[in-house]
């Protein structure tokens, strides 16, 4: 998995535990990355063995090796990111896909016409 603006690693720690081989790398801002290390780590030897840190953004090339990954996990990126930057991202999410990968997106979207639904436009303000 490439856990793309992981933060805590909330996400690649519930995978890890319940898949005991999967691996992990989170990529994250450098301080974001170094605090969700240490949190990592207090899941035990096992998932913190599994699920690892690269230090980074998801708005640069990304330092995750081309067809790499089986699943590529975007989870509150995409409505936090100037619309300019969303192709260029999922871009870089599919050159480190390997084939027949999936690219998850998981995000409040609001409606076209911006006004709903309730959560998702809080969710949005909070990024203006």
């Known amino acids: 998995v490439a856990d793309i603006g992981g933060g805590s690693g909330a996400f690649?720690?519930?995978?890890?535990?319940?898949?005991?081989?999967?691996?992990?790398?989170?990529?994250?801002?450098?301080?974001?990355?170094?605090?969700?290390?240490?949190?990592?780590?207090?899941?035990?030897?096992?998932?913190?063995?599994?699920?690892?840190?690269?230090?980074?953004?998801?708005?640069?090339?990304?330092?995750?090796?081309?067809?790499?990954?089986?699943?590529?996990?975007?989870?509150?990126?995409?409505?936090s990111v100037p619309c300019d930057m969303l192709l260029p991202m999922y871009q870089q999410a599919y050159r480190v896909l390997k084939p027949n990968g999936r690219l998850v997106v998981h995000d409040f979207m609001v409606d076209d016409d911006l006004q709903g639904p309730k959560s998702a436009a809080l969710w949005a303000l909070q990024h203006v």
């Open 12 to 79: 690649s720690i519930a995978m890890a535990m319940r898949y005991k081989n999967l691996r992990s790398t989170i990529l994250e801002l450098p301080k974001v990355a170094e605090t969700g290390a240490e949190i990592v780590s207090q899941y035990g030897a096992s998932v913190a063995a599994r699920v690892t840190y690269e230090s980074g953004t998801a708005l640069t090339a990304w330092g995750l090796p081309e067809s790499s990954h089986d699943l590529v996990l975007m989870s509150y990126l995409s409505g």
